[in-house]
């Protein structure tokens, strides 16, 4: 059965539709990558699934549950549902380990030991197990987002959706934060990416989605998209990464 | 037109008790104000910047939104009228309700007038905070009160603490307008003395130096806590860093 299923996603912002109806799938262990360019409404997808934003019309079905439903708890929804930004949004107030505790602690409401046990874990997955306790502030950018990764995994979601999570980093430091996602996609963590890393993508997904001006024009294999597109506007898109 | 250097002194012996009392009573005011002012500020700040969103129960709306009016309301008459009027006006007006003496009444309504001015400031600390780490905590499964009361409040407090702090200065003179009361803080007690001696000229001089010196010594204090907060922060990272 889908995780994930995403039926005519339709989102307007005041008059501009953003979103004209959006519908795709998602499998467990799966791992899908959107590509589109900018301004297509590739965040706004994930802003949805995630509640950020409140879809204007379709359904989005979690294990078959309509999300959207008021009757939906929604902090219990999104806790299953993990989402990494590419601003990082770390906890300023706090150091690495306690932005890694704080939602366990009061969303699962786990206790202290616990939750630092569960963090000091996917701290070491990531790499950031030496700056346990330091201070967010003076961390770099792939550390900040590997930080970030940390803290949305330590939730154990059900799936985690990246949102351009190395757009913000210096050349340098994008591949220590791919690499991280490259070894979550190997352990079978379900995810959707929003990216430009093409090369990446294409490693990575099980399936890739070409979106333009808020419908998917295209999706399927990484195979089909890159290599063999059917759509002219894919075409047209991709050749700009030759 | 110039000031005896001897009666002044004489003035200051002879009515140091009287004076004394005064500052105990205007420090206590003072402090009293100001910390149950910023919890009140606390409190009504947060509210002020509370959202409804369409999926909110009828109920939630409503409370959200007659919260918010009626924080408007109290922010916009505390910060918009003297505080002897306030004073003098709630006295007598809630002293059938509650037979309180003045000196209840009193420091109920400096806590007041000084929680408008602070709800303004916390307002203004929750907007200094970047939108993205509330979305990170809501993205977590955090509800709007867990991210705020860990997350945002935190760094509001901080980020604003410098006009946090002033209050403390501007309620150590305010608090003179309490006299109306008959509380015996230092304005009343210099009233008091000149009123049975006639110097007027030194006993204002020796209060005014007297004001001089405890709006001196507060800043000098809430400087030293303001530069604390900060060296903690670096401590931290030169910790780490080594
Ligand atoms: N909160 C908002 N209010 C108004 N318009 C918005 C809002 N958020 C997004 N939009 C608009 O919706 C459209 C799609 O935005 P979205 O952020 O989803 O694009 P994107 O595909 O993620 O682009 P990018 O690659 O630049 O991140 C854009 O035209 C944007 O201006
Ligand atoms: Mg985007």
Redesign the interface.
Request: without cysteine; positive net charge.
């Given at each position: 059965m889908n995780i994930l299923e995403v039926r005519n996603l339709s989102k307007s912002f005041d008059t501009q539709d953003v979103l004209k109806g959006i519908n795709f799938e998602l499998s467990q262990n799966e791992v899908i990558t959107i590509i589109g360019s900018s301004g297509c409404g590739k965040s706004t997808t994930l802003r949805c699934i995630?509640l950020?934003e409140?879809p204007y019309d379709g359904q989005i079905l979690f294990h078959g549950t309509d999300i959207t439903d008021?009757s939906v708890n929604?902090?219990?929804?999104?806790?299953?549902v993990?989402?990494v930004?590419q601003?990082?949004?770390?906890?300023?107030?706090?150091?690495v380990l306690e932005n890694c505790t704080?939602?366990q602690r009061?969303?699962l409401r786990k206790n202290r030991q616990d939750a630092e046990e569960t963090a000091r874990l996917y701290l070491k997955k990531v790499g950031m197990e030496n700056?346990i306790?330091?201070?967010v502030t003076?961390l770099s950018g792939g550390q900040k987002q590997r930080v970030?990764i940390a803290?949305?995994l330590c939730?154990n979601p059900e799936i985690v959706l990246f949102d351009e999570p190395t757009s913000a980093l210096d050349p340098e430091m994008v591949g220590e934060v791919l690499e991280v996602i490259r070894s979550l996609a190997k352990e079978g963590v379900t995810m959707i990416i929003v990216t430009h890393e093409m090369a990446f993508a294409k490693e990575v997904s099980d399936r890739v989605i070409f979106m333009d001006e808020g419908l998917i024009v295209e999706a399927g294999s990484p195979e089909e998209i890159f290599n063999n597109p059917k759509e002219e506007r894919t075409k047209q898109f991709l050749r700009r990464f030759v | 037109m110039t000031i005896d250097f001897t009666i002044l002194v004489s003035v200051f012996k002879r009515n140091w008790p009287l004076f004394e009392h005064g500052i105990k009573i205007t420090c206590i005011f003072a402090v009293i104000g100001t910390v149950c002012g910023l919890l009140i500020g606390i409190i009504t700040g947060a509210i002020r910047t509370m959202k409804t969103d369409e999926d909110d129960s009828m109920l939630k709306k409503i409370l959200v939104t007659f919260g918010i009016l009626f924080t408007r309301f109290y922010i916009w008459v505390f910060r918009g009228t003297p505080m002897v009027v306030q004073a003098t006006f709630i006295y007598y007006l809630l002293r059938p309700v509650f037979h309180w003496n003045t000196t209840t009444a009193s420091l109920i309504i400096i806590s007041v007038n000084t929680g408008a001015y602070m709800a303004e400031i916390v307002r203004a600390g929750i907007q200094s905070v970047n939108e993205g780490q509330l979305e990170a905590s809501r993205a977590l499964g955090m509800s709007y009160g867990q991210a705020l009361f860990h997350i945002i409040m935190p760094q509001a407090i901080k980020n604003t603490f410098p006009s946090i702090g002033n209050q403390l200065i501007v309620n150590i003179k305010d608090s003179s307008m309490l006299n109306v009361l008959s509380v015996t803080e230092l304005f009343f007690q210099t009233y008091s003395i000149a009123g049975s001696n006639f110097r007027y000229i030194e006993t204002y001089f020796i209060s005014a130096i007297i004001y001089l010196l405890l709006t001196s010594v507060a800043s000098f204090i809430l400087n030293r806590m303001e530069k604390r907060m900060d060296i903690e922060n670096n401590a931290k990272i030169m910790e780490y860093a080594s």
């Open positions: 995630n950020l409140r008021k929604r902090n219990e929804y999104r806790s299953k993990g989402m930004f601003n990082f949004n770390l906890f300023d107030n706090l150091t704080i939602a009061t969303v700056y306790n330091h201070p003076k970030a803290r949305t939730m | -």
